[in-house]
């Protein structure tokens, strides 16, 4: 799950504006794992990432790079 994770969040950081389909395809796994991880992301560590948004198609205006305090 870390390294969907970790993927999830250098794709949107890359300014390519990825949706779920796009994500999925890439890292090979389901839509539903990829819609999961970025709510666990929003959720839980905070991320600035409007799912929504990666619903529909793109995740424009969202600032990635997940900066997250493991200590």
Do not use: W
């Amino acid at each position: 799950m870390l390294s969907r994770i970790y993927f999830i969040d250098r794709e949107v950081a890359s300014g390519k504006y990825p949706n779920t389909k796009q994500l999925a395809q890439a890292y090979e796994t389901g839509t539903a794992s990829i819609c999961c991880d970025i709510e666990f992301m929003r959720d839980s560590l905070g991320a600035p990432i409007e799912s929504s948004a990666l619903l529909r198609g793109g995740a424009e205006g969202a600032q990635a790079h997940l900066k997250v305090n493991l200590h």
